[in-house]
């Protein structure tokens, strides 16, 4: 039989790797990415972000938790999101790096290849928006034609900077589907437009100066200044095949700084902004 020494020692490794791992063992494999020293503990209360995850990837949730908590956004909006993911992106915020997020979902399509799931019960796939205020007056919609994969928005009113604010969260097609683009932002810049303050997040699949974006750029800016949709523009690119497909659409508010951070986890960059609310 093990002493009594022995025992504590055992219980005391198994409860370290339970705070380790969290509530559930990341899909990237338990050292995937070191845990911070130190957990954050407060968001950021005029800080949004955006980012397209990317599915299906063999990229640990974990490490998805990880980035996101680096920066400690009062919002964020997400893109190619699982709800499985999400689920797990949330606990791992809160149980690794101290931070509390409401979620709400776009969901558009059930797919299990790239959710995975059983065949009969695959998982859901679409837009999330996680918020560290409550979120109200959630909608969620499928564009009348996807392309070539269901696409839609959500949108969600919630605190950023202490002000209510309309958030839209969005894909829209794939590239190289120009038409069925400016259809989808004929629809989503009908909503928009009905906010005196609103920001729309999300990945587009469009370049600035692509025709069909002209509907956006008549009601709301890009939060980078230096962004236009003229060929004079300098738009930092947010994907690794150097285009700027992601964007921050500000309407009725102003920036007051962006970033746009690559991320070894996903084929898009994290897109930040602090607003200026006041």
């Known amino acids: 039989m093990l002493g009594r020494g022995t025992r504590l020692l055992a219980s005391a490794v198994v409860v370290a790797f339970m705070v380790l791992v969290g509530p559930s063992a990341p899909s990237g494999g338990l050292f995937a990415r070191s845990v911070p020293v130190e957990a954050v503990r407060d968001v950021v209360p005029n800080r949004v972000m955006t980012w397209n995850i990317c599915n299906p990837c063999e990229t640990s949730n974990v490490d998805r938790a990880a980035e996101i908590a680096t920066y400690a956004p009062q919002v964020i909006g997400l893109q190619e999101a699982c709800v499985r993911d999400v689920e797990r992106i949330r606990d791992y915020l809160e149980n690794l790096h101290g931070l509390v997020y409401h979620v709400e979902y776009g969901t558009v399509l059930?797919?299990?290849g790239r959710c995975g799931g059983?065949?009969?019960s695959p998982g859901a796939f679409g837009q999330a928006i996680l918020s560290a205020a409550p979120m109200t007056d959630r909608v969620t919609a499928e564009y009348p034609d996807g392309g070539s994969e269901?696409?839609?928005y959500m949108a969600v009113t919630t605190l950023v900077g202490g002000q209510s604010v309309r958030v839209f969260n969005t894909h829209l097609a794939h590239r190289r589907q120009e038409a069925v683009r400016a259809h989808q932002i004929g629809v989503l810049a009908a909503q928009v437009a009905r906010h005196?303050?609103?920001?729309?997040?999300g990945d587009f699949n469009a370049v600035p100066d692509s025709p069909e974006l002209s509907g956006m750029w008549t009601l709301a800016a890009d939060t980078d200044p230096q962004c236009r949709p003229s060929s004079t523009g300098t738009c930092e690119v947010t994907t690794d095949w150097?285009?700027?497909?992601?964007?921050?659409?500000?309407?009725?508010?102003a920036p007051l700084e962006h970033r746009v951070h690559p991320s070894p986890y996903s084929d898009h960059h994290l897109l930040r902004t602090d607003l200026d609310l006041t």
């Open 110 to 112: 059930r797919s299990w």
């Open 118 to 120: 059983v065949p009969w």
């Open 150 to 152: 269901d696409r839609g």
């Open 196 to 201: 005196d303050r609103a920001m729309v997040l």
């Open 242 to 253: 150097q285009s700027k497909f992601d964007y921050v659409f500000l309407r009725g508010m």
